[in-house]
Nanobody, 121 residues
Framework: QVRLVESGGGLVQPGGSLILSCASSGNIFGADSMSWFRQVPGKSRELVATITSGGSANYADSLKGRFTISRDNAKNTVYLQLNSLEPEDTAVYYC???????????????WGRGTQVTVSS
């Protein structure tokens, strides 16, 4: 069974930092794009950042300069470094990836279950 599992969330004070990780497991033969989204109650899930298999990254305009996405292709794992956190960054952060799975290495979209990030003093 293919899974994405996020970790690294928690409670942090304003101005603090966190590193989120998303590890994939199962019958995987590589990953295409990998992304982080976030969602607060009552609002739509929004894209935070995306990184291609070649390492090209794109960010939501409002988050540029504070967040950094990276990946380890050997581990099919994606990371999100969150710096200078603000209370408005409080959300559930979800990992999303296009993984090559199965005998035919079919590109398939997967979501993790999310990890809570709370920014509060």
């Amino acid at each position: 069974q293919v899974r994405l599992v996020e970790s690294g969330g928690g409670l942090v004070q304003p101005g603090g930092s966190l590193i989120l990780s998303c590890a994939s497991s199962g019958n995987i033969f590589g990953a295409d794009s990998m992304s982080w989204f976030r969602q607060v109650p009552g609002k739509s899930r929004e894209l935070v950042a995306t990184i291609t298999s070649g390492g090209s990254a794109n960010y939501a305009d409002s988050l540029k300069g504070r967040f950094t996405i990276s990946r380890d292709n050997a581990k099919n794992t994606v990371y999100l470094q969150l710096n200078s956190l603000e209370p408005e960054d409080t959300a559930v952060y979800y990992c999303n990836a296009i993984l090559r799975v199965g005998f035919n290495r079919t590109p398939t979209n997967y979501w993790g279950r999310g990890t809570q990030v709370t920014v509060s003093s």
